[in-house]
């Protein structure tokens, strides 16, 4: 069992930028992939960007490609997700999940529009125009 708390949500103005942290208890962290997704108002959850377990291996959501930045720091079990140029439409709430599968094989569930064994509680991102 892994506990997640994401931070670093708030409001920030079109082409801002935020740096979002998740901070993981309990099971080993440096063992798991991980990872966020987002959910905006009336939609489902949706990936956003993922890690290797070493932070050696990333994959981004297409939207997401170029503006934003996943990493970790496994001595302090901490997951970050730094987000640059923000739209409006990157407005959701976002959550940090973690996995114990292998790199393959969560990724290969993500293309399966699949989420990840253990979720955060979440924060949220505004970005106004």
């Known amino acids: 069992q892994v506990q997640l708390v994401e931070s670093g949500g708030g409001l920030v103005q079109d082409g801002g930028s935020l740096r979002l942290s998740c901070a993981a208890s309990?099971?080993?962290?440096?063992?798991?992939?991980m990872g966020w997704f987002r959910q905006a108002p009336g939609k489902e959850r949706e990936f956003v960007a993922a890690?290797?377990?070493?932070?050696?291996?990333?994959y981004y959501a297409e939207p997401v490609k170029g503006r934003f930045l996943i990493s970790r720091d496994n001595t302090k079990n901490t997951v970050y997700l730094q987000m640059n140029s923000l739209k409006p439409e990157d407005t959701a709430v976002y959550f940090c999940?973690?996995?114990?599968?292998?790199?393959?094989?969560?990724?290969?569930?993500?293309?399966?529009?699949?989420?990840?064994?253990?979720w955060g509680q979440g924060t949220q991102v505004t970005v106004s125009s």
């Open positions: 999940g973690a996995d114990v599968g292998a790199w393959g094989t969560v990724v290969a569930a993500i293309r399966r529009g699949q989420g990840f064994g253990s």
């Open positions: 309990g099971r080993s962290f440096g063992t798991m992939t």
């Open positions: 890690v290797s377990w070493t932070g050696g291996i990333t």
